[in-house]
T-cell receptor, first 111, second 113 residues
């Protein structure tokens, strides 16, 4: 059973608009949540993270929101740019070094 | 350019072969990870080394044997693999400070004939 789920395999957004990527999890013991971005033929690269004691973290165009009661997190990208087109993975951490990943959402930002 | 280097990028091997995947980082990270990723699936954690000691083994079959010779290197020795072991194998490293965000290599694409 997957403990971290990304239910939308793909998302298409117009350049300049907001992209919202969603992630759900089942384990209430997760203490950190991270988003990674992946281009083809490359490994994932870290984007932004949030501790379970916070509900929002912002870094430039990227904001991650955490709703612990719903076991849900989301990544907002505003404004979206064509270079943001990639696969986005959410990950959750348990017990210092155990990370669980979602299956990814492919974002396409159209010019 | 990735700061975690994995070699080889591609590997094709038979089920009776013995081969090794290599991973190297020079960022001073003391945690290193192996993940397996099948197509359209999430990366799945296999092993974690912390300060050169195996700290997590996610019930991986013994045909996969990890080794951490020093703080910069991580190997994954392969022997008698099955066709279902064909996948992308990702190596990552992380610092000790929170949130231990991981730096990933570009992976080794492994095909078992």
């Amino acid at each position: 059973d997957q403990q971290v789920k990304q239910n939308s395999p793909s998302l298409s957004v117009q350049e300049g608009r907001i992209s919202i990527l969603n992630c759900d999890y089942t384990n209430s013991m997760f203490d950190y949540f991270l988003w990674y971005k992946k281009y083809p033929a490359e490994g994932p690269t870290f984007l932004i993270s949030i501790s379970s004691i916070k509900d929002k973290n912002e870094d430039g165009r990227f904001t991650v929101f955490l709703n612990k009661s719903a076991k849900h997190l989301s990544l907002h990208i505003v404004p979206s740019q064509p270079g943001d087109s990639a696969v986005y993975f959410c990950a959750a951490r348990y017990n210092f070094n155990k990370f669980y990943f979602g299956s990814g959402t492919k974002l396409n930002v159209k010019p | 350019d990735t700061e975690v280097t994995q070699t080889p990028k591609h590997l094709v091997m038979g089920m009776t072969n013995k081969k090794s995947l290599k991973c190297e980082q020079h960022m001073g990270h003391r945690a290193m990870y192996w993940y397996k990723q099948k197509a359209k699936k999430p990366p799945e954690l296999m092993f974690v080394y912390s300060y050169e000691k195996l700290s997590i083994n996610e019930s991986v079959p013994s045909r996969f044997s990890p080794e951490c010779p020093n703080s910069s290197l991580l190997n994954l020795h392969l022997h008698a693999l099955q066709p279902e072991d064909s996948a992308l194998y990702l190596c990552a490293s992380s610092q000790d400070t929170e949130p231990r965000r991981q730096h990933f290599g570009d992976g080794t694409r492994l095909s078992i004939l």
